[in-house]
């Protein structure tokens, strides 16, 4: 027993032990306040000239440290770690955005993007343009006196083409435009948008990043002017990472290197069977000759990733039936974690939308998503093959 009664033993005993104890990880700081030898040191706090917690809705241990590796792994100065890829998104827009500003999105972006500028940022006055593949190639015409923001992804869902994410920053600068790059197909291992003059990168962190399909998280990187711009509006909406999830994908992070490269790996070989297999009549996958934007990827990217699309010859009967025929790959959305998953883009990311819409988003009913995972990929190609016949 210590020097108090049990009740408040109970809440004092052993707390702060962790720091002495050298550690090799950052322990989980879930304290949601930390405390203050004295008024003035509270007040030193306040004018910024200590590096102190208050309160761990402005900023956590256990969260910066995972910020740490955010930042490193995009090349940009600073980072900020958020609850959700939307989360990220909708702090950035609102953070970023005025009434009377314009947004021009690639109009092949994430479905929940697409709303926020739609449903949410239109009633505050801000208007969003939607852009083809084409016109974000040759920006600078289409860049109007109200434009402030583009946004766009690359590779794109479902059929991964990408953009020359040089040739859309260059043009934004020449016009003090913010440049959002959403990165999250790639994944920082295999591209780095702020290298390539990005302002901002943007990541569902739920996906590639932490690799296991068990946190949900997204991020925004960019340079100490940028984040510096952006930490009030997570501040003040509220969208932080708890310090149990920030954990458990600072500890994702540690492998992205060594994941991708199998991810990588693997996809490169399942495309090219997939390209050789009789009821396959497309395949999409930036590392094959075939795809329309081979060059630029492979003069962007590293490696191609993990995402993989292709169309059955027997149109949508022929993706559905290979769908339930399969035994290994998940069917499930989402994408980036060690399982593989496949999906149907008329059923998720593109489900209700019309011939033209489909047509569009270069979309067609016979296409198939695959996420491939870490497992061996002959058990992968195994199924797929089973699958197909
Ligand atoms: C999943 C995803 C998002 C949204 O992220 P959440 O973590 O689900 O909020 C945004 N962009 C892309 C490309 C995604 O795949």
């Given amino acids: 027993m210590g020097e108090h009664h049990q009740d408040t033993e109970?809440?004092?005993?052993?707390?702060?032990?962790?720091?002495?104890?050298?550690?090799?990880?950052?322990?989980?700081y879930s304290s949601t306040t930390f405390s203050f030898d004295s008024a003035s040191e509270?007040?030193?706090?306040?004018?910024?000239?200590?590096?102190?917690?208050?309160?761990?809705?402005?900023?956590?241990?256990?969260?910066?440290?995972?910020?740490?590796?955010?930042?490193?792994?995009?090349?940009?100065?600073?980072?900020?770690?958020?609850?959700?890829?939307?989360?990220?998104?909708?702090?950035?827009?609102?953070?970023?955005?005025?009434?009377?500003?314009e947004v021009i999105c690639s109009a092949a972006i994430y479905g929940g993007t697409l709303q926020v500028l739609?449903?949410?940022?239109?009633?505050?006055?801000?208007?969003?343009?939607?852009?083809?593949?084409?016109?974000?190639?040759?920006?600078?015409?289409?860049?109007?006196?109200?434009?402030?923001?583009?946004?766009?992804?690359?590779?794109?869902?479902?059929?991964?083409?990408?953009?020359?994410?040089?040739?859309?920053?260059?043009?934004?600068?020449?016009?003090?435009?913010?440049?959002?790059?959403?990165?999250?197909?790639?994944?920082?291992?295999y591209q780095q948008p702020l290298s390539l003059g990005a302002d901002l990168v943007m990541h569902s962190a739920t996906k590639y990043l932490n690799g296991h399909t068990d946190v949900t998280a997204g991020a925004l990187i960019g340079s100490k002017e940028m984040i510096d711009r952006l930490q009030p509006a997570r501040k003040l909406f509220g969208g932080v990472l708890e310090p149990a999830s920030a954990y458990a994908l600072g500890r994702g992070?540690?492998?992205?290197?060594?994941?991708?490269?199998?991810?990588?790996?693997?996809?490169?070989?399942?495309?090219?069977?997939?390209?050789?297999?009789?009821?396959?009549?497309?395949?999409?996958?930036?590392?094959?000759?075939?795809?329309?934007?081979?060059?630029?990827?492979?003069?962007?990217?590293?490696?191609?990733?993990?995402?993989?699309?292709?169309?059955?010859?027997?149109?949508?009967?022929?993706?559905?039936?290979?769908?339930d025929r399969l035994k290994l790959f998940l069917r499930a959305a989402s994408l980036g974690g060690v399982e593989s998953l496949c999906s149907l883009p008329v059923l998720t990311s593109q489900y209700g939308l019309s011939d033209d819409q489909l047509a569009l988003a270069g979309v067609t009913r016979g296409m198939v998503r695959l996420s491939v995972g870490l497992e061996d990929p002959r058990d992968l190609i195994a199924d797929l093959s089973q699958a197909l016949s």
């Fill in 42 to 101: 509270l007040e030193a706090y306040q004018q910024g000239r200590s590096t102190s917690y208050i309160y761990s809705r402005y900023a956590n241990p256990t969260v910066q440290a995972v910020e740490a590796k955010l930042a490193a792994a995009e090349g940009g100065a600073a980072a900020l770690v958020l609850s959700s890829g939307m989360a990220a998104t909708s702090t950035a827009l609102f953070g970023l955005l005025e009434p009377g500003d």
């Fill in 118 to 189: 739609t449903s949410f940022l239109a009633r505050f006055g801000v208007t969003s343009r939607f852009v083809s593949m084409e016109e974000l190639g040759q920006l600078a015409p289409v860049i109007g006196p109200q434009t402030r923001v583009v946004w766009f992804e690359s590779p794109t869902n479902p059929t991964l083409r990408c953009v020359d994410i040089a040739s859309v920053t260059s043009a934004c600068r020449a016009r003090d435009v913010v440049s959002v790059v959403d990165n999250t197909f790639a994944s920082p291992a």
């Fill in 253 to 323: 992070m540690k492998t992205l290197a060594v994941r991708i490269a199998r991810h990588n790996a693997s996809a490169m070989t399942i495309a090219q069977w997939l390209e050789s297999h009789p009821r396959v009549s497309r395949v999409f996958y930036p590392g094959l000759d075939s795809h329309p934007d081979h060059d630029v990827a492979r003069r962007q990217m590293r490696g191609f990733g993990g995402m993989i699309c292709f169309e059955s010859r027997d149109g949508q009967a022929g993706a559905v039936g290979l769908f």
């Fill in 10 to 28: 109970l809440i004092h005993a052993g707390e702060g032990a962790a720091t002495a104890a050298r550690a090799v990880t950052t322990p989980v």
